[in-house]
C-alpha cells in the first residue's frame, strides 16, 4: 500500500487525539486492521507509537507538575511485570502466530468496548459519585484500599494493554477516577499519561522481540501523527468535550463488535 496512505493515518489520529485526549491505540490499532495490517504488528507497531506521542504530553504535565509519581509507580509496580509476563506467555505458550491472532482480537474488542463505555459514561459517572449512596461507599472502600487496588488494576492494565493496544488512555483515566475522586482532572489526565508511556514502551519493546513492529510503518505514522497532534490541541479549546468523546466511545464500542467475533 502506498505510504502516503499511512502518513495520513497518522494524521487523522493524531488529530483525534490531540482534540480529545484519547483515541491513540483504539483507534490506530483498528484502522491498521482494515487496511491489511497483520494483528500482531498493528498492535506492536501501535505500542511504540503511543510511548512515541505520549512521551511529548508526560514530559508537559512533568513540568507542570500534573503528575502523582507514587500512583504512576504503583501502577507500574503491577502493569510492568504483568506485560512481560504476558509477551512471554505469547512467545512460548503458543506454536506460532496463528494460534494466538485470536486472543489478540478479542482482547483488541473488549478493550475497544471498555475504552468506548468509559467515554459515553465518564461525565455519569463523576456525577453519580455524589448522588449515589452505594457508589459513594464503594469510593470510600476504594479510597481506603487505593495503594493494593491501584497495584491490582496496574496488572489487569498490563495484561490487556499487551494483547490489545488500547486502554492506557481512556480505560487507564477511568481507573484513576474512581481511585482518586479527589484528585483534580488535570492530575488524573497527567498521571495516566506517564504510566501510559512507561507501559507501551515496555510493551511494544517486548513485541518488537517477537517481531511484531513495522519499524517502516512506525515511522510514517509519527510522520503523519506529530504536527497533527498540534493542530489538534490548539483545536480543542473550541471543541465541546461533551459532543465529541461520546461520539468517540460509541464509535469504539460499534468497532468493539467487529473484532470480538471475528
Same mark, same amino acid.
Given at each position: 500500500?502506498?505510504?502516503?496512505?499511512?502518513?495520513?493515518?497518522?494524521?487523522?489520529?493524531?488529530?483525534?487525539?490531540?482534540?480529545?485526549?484519547?483515541?491513540?491505540?483504539?483507534?490506530?490499532?483498528?484502522?491498521?486492521?482494515?487496511?491489511?495490517?497483520?494483528?500482531?504488528?498493528?498492535?506492536?507497531?501501535?505500542?511504540?507509537?503511543?510511548?512515541?506521542?505520549?512521551?511529548?504530553?508526560?514530559?508537559?504535565?512533568?513540568?507542570?507538575?500534573?503528575?502523582?509519581?507514587?500512583? &504512576?509507580? !504503583?501502577? #507500574?509496580? *503491577?502493569?510492568?511485570? +504483568?506485560?512481560?509476563?504476558?509477551? =512471554?506467555?505469547? @512467545?512460548?505458550?503458543?506454536?506460532?502466530?496463528?494460534?494466538?491472532?485470536? &486472543?489478540? !482480537?478479542? #482482547?483488541? *474488542?473488549?478493550?475497544? +468496548?471498555?475504552?468506548?463505555?468509559? =467515554?459515553?459514561? @465518564?461525565?455519569?459517572?463523576?456525577?453519580?459519585?455524589?448522588?449515589?449512596?452505594?457508589?459513594?461507599?464503594?469510593?470510600?472502600?476504594?479510597?481506603?484500599?487505593?495503594?493494593?487496588?491501584?497495584?491490582?488494576?496496574?496488572?489487569?492494565?498490563?495484561?490487556?494493554?499487551?494483547?490489545?493496544?488500547?486502554?492506557?488512555?481512556?480505560?487507564?483515566?477511568?481507573?484513576?477516577?474512581?481511585?482518586?475522586?479527589?484528585?483534580?482532572?488535570?492530575?488524573?489526565?497527567?498521571?495516566?499519561?506517564?504510566?501510559?508511556?512507561?507501559?507501551?514502551?515496555?510493551?511494544?519493546?517486548?513485541?518488537?522481540?517477537?517481531?511484531?513492529?513495522?519499524?517502516?510503518?512506525?515511522?510514517?505514522?509519527?510522520?503523519?501523527?506529530?504536527?497533527?497532534?498540534?493542530?489538534?490541541?490548539?483545536?480543542?479549546?473550541?471543541?465541546?468535550?461533551?459532543?465529541?468523546?461520546?461520539?468517540?466511545?460509541?464509535?469504539?464500542?460499534?468497532?468493539?463488535?467487529?473484532?470480538?467475533?471475528?
Amino acid at each position: 500500500m502506498n505510504d502516503a496512505v499511512f502518513v495520513l493515518i497518522g494524521g487523522l489520529v493524531g488529530f483525534c487525539v490531540g482534540l480529545t485526549g484519547v483515541g491513540g491505540g483504539s483507534l490506530m490499532t483498528p484502522l491498521l486492521l482494515m487496511l491489511g495490517i497483520p494483528a500482531q504488528t498493528a498492535i506492536g507497531t501501535d505500542l511504540l507509537y503511543a510511548a512515541v506521542t505520549k512521551a511529548g504530553g508526560a514530559l508537559v504535565h512533568q513540568k507542570k507538575h500534573n503528575i502523582n509519581w507514587r500512583v &504512576v509507580w !504503583t501502577l #507500574a509496580a *503491577g502493569s510492568i511485570p +504483568l506485560s512481560f509476563a504476558t509477551v =512471554l506467555a505469547l @512467545k512460548y505458550w503458543f506454536s506460532d502466530v496463528d494460534e494466538y491472532k485470536g &486472543v489478540l !482480537t478479542a #482482547a483488541l *474488542g473488549f478493550m475497544l +468496548l471498555l475504552t468506548g463505555f468509559s =467515554l459515553v459514561f @465518564k461525565r455519569r459517572l463523576k456525577n453519580i459519585q455524589h448522588i449515589n449512596v452505594r457508589y459513594q461507599r464503594m469510593c470510600v472502600w476504594l479510597g481506603n484500599h487505593s495503594t493494593s487496588m491501584t497495584l491490582v488494576m496496574g496488572m489487569l492494565l498490563g495484561i490487556l494493554v499487551t494483547l490489545s493496544s488500547v486502554g492506557a488512555g481512556a480505560f487507564g483515566a477511568m481507573i484513576l477516577l474512581m481511585l482518586y475522586p479527589r484528585f483534580a482532572t488535570i492530575g488524573i489526565i497527567g498521571t495516566d499519561v506517564a504510566h501510559a508511556v512507561l507501559l507501551t514502551l515496555v510493551a511494544g519493546i517486548g513485541h518488537m522481540t517477537m517481531g511484531h513492529v513495522d519499524m517502516h510503518l512506525l515511522v510514517l505514522l509519527l510522520i503523519g501523527s506529530l504536527p497533527a497532534i498540534v493542530v489538534g490541541t490548539h483545536l480543542s479549546s473550541s471543541m465541546p468535550e461533551r459532543v465529541i468523546q461520546p461520539v468517540l466511545g460509541c464509535t469504539l464500542m460499534a468497532l468493539s463488535f467487529k473484532f470480538m467475533l471475528a
